[in-house]
């Protein structure tokens, strides 16, 4: 490829902030959603923890499946796809019942937690996979309109280095508002931030409609390409194609042990803050802000790094590297402001992990594309989402042995020594654990360098599948 062509940059700096508001939409119901429904359902609700944590198993695997069916069955041209483009009309369609979804799982019937478990089990498992139904027909296109959109490595990383701060600002809102809005012990409290959030994430949507649109001559392009060749493989065919590709399988596995630990650890902050700390909730939003400081601060000095070293593998491993040593105090820190400070540390890599996901998975993709000699951006996309998925079961079940195991209370005031040490467990040793073995991985599998990235985009411009 030649070296002006990898340099072109076809959008302004706004659109890649629009597009980044609809990165802050997700960020902000994701995180929202992430860090309050264990925590709701089994500490607030008083549900059995292993019922809380079946419930989110079956709606993790669901949820599995879900991405990749939803970005295989939308990865094809439709009746409106001339006119509103390939991504737009799905992301538009889904972003209202998304947001619905979200306030109804903080509505669940006022029913004894022991005599209506069981109710209380279904409504969670409804509720929760109604919100990821929208939420994969939401991300999957969006997702994958990055690469289509953004196709230099210039751009990407332009593109990237903009949205990510965007993007942190949602998970910021999103870590820091509801615990303002809601009060530990007052049920009715969670009902109220859920509205809220509700409103908050539509108005984001609103300014990223620009961003969502597709170019012209792109989507043109797409259409001319696909009558030429409409024939498609099975979706089953399509992942048995994806699980050949090596850089995929150990792109995915990283990814999968990131997911693993920032949603063990953001799970853990209320537990933290409650009975660790013995704090109201709004000490929550501190730590919380903490992290996403340092995420901020730390965003700049990646997006230099990356333009000197010319290696996103190199950057990924490293922020991954220092995501498991940052993470070590929490294993023993009980006091408020180490807490901080410590979240603040961890925040730095994680914005450099954060702003290399998606020109590690372009460059995924893109490789893809090669092999197959078709663009499916979407059931990539479907499929990153499977094995991310997987780090909510992580998660729920790493919560239901060790509460299990530690003799945490569902529903009590107060928690025994052992039990808060569990906490403990499930906030630093288990994260630190996932993410080393995802950079172990991802270190001795992954073979996309500098060159090889250059000639997939070399081969794509000559297939004419730019």
Not at 171 to 200: C, K, N, R, T
Not at 319 to 325: D, E, K, N, R, S
Not at 344 to 356: A, E, N, Q, R, V
Request: net charge neutral; proline share 4%; aromatic share 18%.
């Amino acid at each position: 490829m030649a070296e002006d062509d990898s340099e072109i940059v076809r959008h302004s700096k706004l659109n890649m902030a629009s597009y980044g508001a609809g990165s802050l939409a997700r960020e902000f119901l994701n995180m929202a959603f992430t860090a309050a429904v264990f925590f709701y359902y089994e500490n607030e609700i008083g549900l059995n923890v292993w019922f809380v944590t079946s419930g989110l198993v079956i709606f993790a695997i669901y949820n599995m499946f879900n991405d990749p069916i939803i970005g295989y069955l939308t990865n094809r041209p439709f009746k409106f796809t001339k006119k509103w483009g390939r991504r737009f009309p799905w992301i538009l369609i889904s972003t209202l019942p998304w947001g619905i979804s979200y306030f109804l799982i903080f509505t669940p019937p006022s029913i004894d937690p022991e005599s209506g478990a069981w109710i209380l089990f279904f409504w969670l498992l409804l509720t929760t996979c109604l919100f990821d139904t929208f939420h994969s027909l939401y991300f999957v296109n969006f997702m994958s309109l990055f690469p289509d959109k953004y196709q230099s490595n210039k751009e990407r990383r332009l593109a990237s280095g903009i949205y990510i701060p965007i993007g942190v600002i949602g998970v910021a809102l999103g870590a820091m508002i509801p615990p303002m809005i809601f009060e530990f012990g007052d049920i009715g409290s969670y009902a109220i931030q859920g509205f809220w959030v509700f409103i908050i994430a539509m108005i984001a949507i609103l300014f990223a409609i620009p961003g969502f649109r597709e170019d012209r001559d792109t989507v043109d392009h797409y259409l001319t390409t696909f009558e030429q060749n409409p024939e498609r493989e099975s979706f089953f065919k399509s992942l048995r194609t994806a699980l050949k590709q090596k850089s995929f399988i150990s792109y995915m596995f990283i990814y999968t042990m990131y997911q693993s630990q920032i949603t063990t650890m953001q799970n853990s902050i209320y537990y933290t803050v409650d009975h660790v700390l013995n704090m109201e909730s709004g000490a929550s939003t501190l730590i919380f802000a903490a992290f996403l400081i340092g995420v901020i601060v730390g965003t700049p000095f990646w997006l230099k790094y990356s333009h000197k070293v010319q290696n996103n593998k190199k950057v990924m491993l490293y922020a991954a590297l220092l995501l498991g040593i940052t993470t070590f105090p929490l294993l023993i820190l009980e006091n408020y402001w180490g807490i901080i400070i410590t979240m603040f540390i961890w925040g730095l890599p994680l914005g450099g992990y954060w702003f290399m996901i998606f020109p590690v998975m372009a460059d995924v993709i893109d490789e893809s594309v090669v092999i197959t000699g078709k663009r499916e951006e979407g059931v990539y996309t479907g499929f990153s989402q499977f094995f991310a998925r997987l780090g909510i079961v992580a998660q729920a079940i790493t919560f239901g042995i060790v509460h299990t195991l530690t003799g945490f209370r569902e529903g009590a005031d107060t928690q025994t020594d052992l039990a808060i040490w569990g906490i403990h467990v499930h906030l630093a040793l288990v994260p630190m654990i996932f993410i080393f073995l995802g950079c172990l991985v991802f270190w001795k599998f992954y073979k996309l360098t500098p060159e090889k990235i250059q000639y997939n985009k070399a081969k794509i411009k000559e297939l004419n599948l730019v």
